[in-house]
């Protein structure tokens, strides 16, 4: 079978199908000359990003790395690994390649020579967080990708809105549904606002100074809570 991938309304970088198999994805996945940047299947849906990363894409992504960076610094006992756009894969069922994947704690996956170059949730445990650059593609985010995220049943799911300098984050509920949050579940009581603050700042500023500006205000966080702790 030959899958016609049809371009998306929302890009011209988008191709997408509906009806798509698992065996469609896999051989848009491991089609020779076709360098995509992000794939994703779910439901019978298929969708191929074949755009290059932008400058503005870049940054933000960046950003959020240099964030889950200093975030870890603070907590030193807490183990964490960043696998940033790298394809995961539940055979059969779902495929994607988030812009942002962040595992904290034990059974981190650790990837073999011998093993698909990829995370196979056959063997690797989920992520704590994903999110995805909402670059050009913030509506499919929104929709499509937080369902399949959701589906996943990944705990907290961010978008970060390069345009409108937002970040919407999402908490998976009881019922496996994204509910908004205010505050970080995965990095614990890191508020989303402050964050957006972060964001606000590369209007004016490098993202490492951003990062920078966003490291003091964690920074006071952590000696004011350590002080009041003291007091008590």
Known sequence: ??????????????????????????????????????????????????????????????????????????????????????????????????????????????????????IDLRRHRLPDLVGEIGDTTLSLDLDEQKQLYASLGVPEYWVIDVKGLRLFAFGLSQDGLYEPIATSQVLDGLAIALLEKTLERLTTETNTAAANWLMQQLQVKTNTSQDESLRD
């Not at 469609?24 to 996945?29: G, I």
């Not at 790395?65 to 603070?74: D, N, V």
């Open 1 to 118: 079978m030959t899958l016609s991938l049809e371009k998306s309304y929302s890009s011209p970088n988008i191709l997408q199908q509906r009806g798509a198999t698992w065996q469609d994805y896999v051989a848009v996945r491991d089609r020779p000359n076709l360098n995509w940047r992000k794939i994703a299947f779910y439901q019978s849906w298929l969708w191929v990003d074949m755009g290059k990363e932008g400058p503005e894409h870049s940054r933000f992504s960046d950003l959020m790395t240099i964030i889950f960076g200093f975030w870890a610094f603070l907590h030193p006992e807490i183990v964490m690994e960043s696998f940033g756009r790298c394809l995961i894969e539940n055979p059969e069922t779902q495929a994607c390649a988030p812009d942002l994947v962040l595992y904290k704690g034990e059974n981190i996956p650790h990837w073999q020579p011998d093993q698909p170059r990829k």
